[in-house]
Nanobody
């Protein structure tokens, strides 16, 4: 049973930083796409960043480029999202997701078809 558990969300002021973590269990970590998504009330889910586990490929949505960094710790089967220079428009529930298939680079729109999803962690940025 694959499980993804997000943590690290919270409330910060604009300009602040947060680091989200995604812990995996029951998941074969190597050479698979993992991503971070967000969804604000009344808005569509947005894929903000993705990474190939054990590899170097990354993807960022234009809305977060230069501010967010996705990274991984292969030894711990963890993926992180460092969020800097946060803006009120970054307020959303953030989800971690992972692919079942290895060797496939899930860039948009394929990114939205990832197989496993966490429950989410709330990020609130005040002005």
């Amino acid at each position: 049973q694959v499980q993804l558990v997000e943590s690290g969300g919270g409330s910060v002021q604009a300009g602040g930083s947060l680091r989200l973590s995604c812990e995996t269990s029951g998941y074969t970590y190597s050479s698979k796409t993992m991503g971070w998504f967000r969804q604000a009330p009344g808005k569509e889910r947005e894929g903000v960043a993705a990474i190939v586990t054990g590899g170097g490929s990354t993807y960022y949505a234009d809305s977060v480029k230069g501010r967010f960094t996705i990274s991984q710790d292969s030894a711990k089967n963890m993926v992180y999202l460092q969020m800097n220079s946060l803006k009120p428009e970054d307020t959303a529930m953030y989800y971690c997701a992972a692919a079942a298939s290895f060797g496939v680079w899930y860039v948009p729109p394929l990114l939205y078809s990832l197989d496993y999803w966490g429950q989410g962690t709330q990020v609130t940025v005040s002005s």
